[in-house]
């Protein structure tokens, strides 16, 4: 069955920098929506930036964060700059089925990865 895997989750200092990698098995990435999706203590899970024709990001995470895919080598990466204190959660990709529209919401993915913990101290 499909399977995603992420890593690259780590603790950092506010201001620096973090790559995560979602590597799947049994799926394969074309333009298909894909997105990184994260859920901090207490609060909802959030799209953070999704991938498929277009690309979007969540308002918090604009201009720092950067969604992209190596077809090649069948992976997704999340570069997060400037790092800061609310950027801390666990992190999930998720793979789709179809097309970009509202790739933003959960409901819209039908494969998840584990996470991958994120923790930035002030």
């Known amino acids: 069955q499909v399977q995603l895997a992420e890593s690259g989750g780590r603790s950092v200092q506010a201001g620096e920098s973090l790559s995560l990698s979602c590597t799947p098995s049994?799926?394969?990435?074309?333009?298909?929506?894909m997105a990184w999706f994260r859920q901090a203590p207490g609060k909802e899970r959030e799209a953070v930036a999704t991938?498929?024709?277009?690309?979007y990001y969540a308002d918090s995470v604009q201009g720092r964060f950067s969604i992209s895919r190596d077809t090649g080598k069948n992976m997704l990466y999340l570069r997060m700059n400037d790092l800061r204190p609310e950027d801390t959660a666990i992190y999930y990709c998720a793979a789709s089925s179809g097309s970009d529209a509202r790739c933003y919401e959960r409901e819209r993915h039908n494969y998840w990865g584990q996470g991958t913990q994120v923790t930035v101290s002030s």
């Open positions: 991938i498929g024709q277009y690309t």
């Open positions: 049994q799926y394969t990435i074309t333009t298909n929506c």
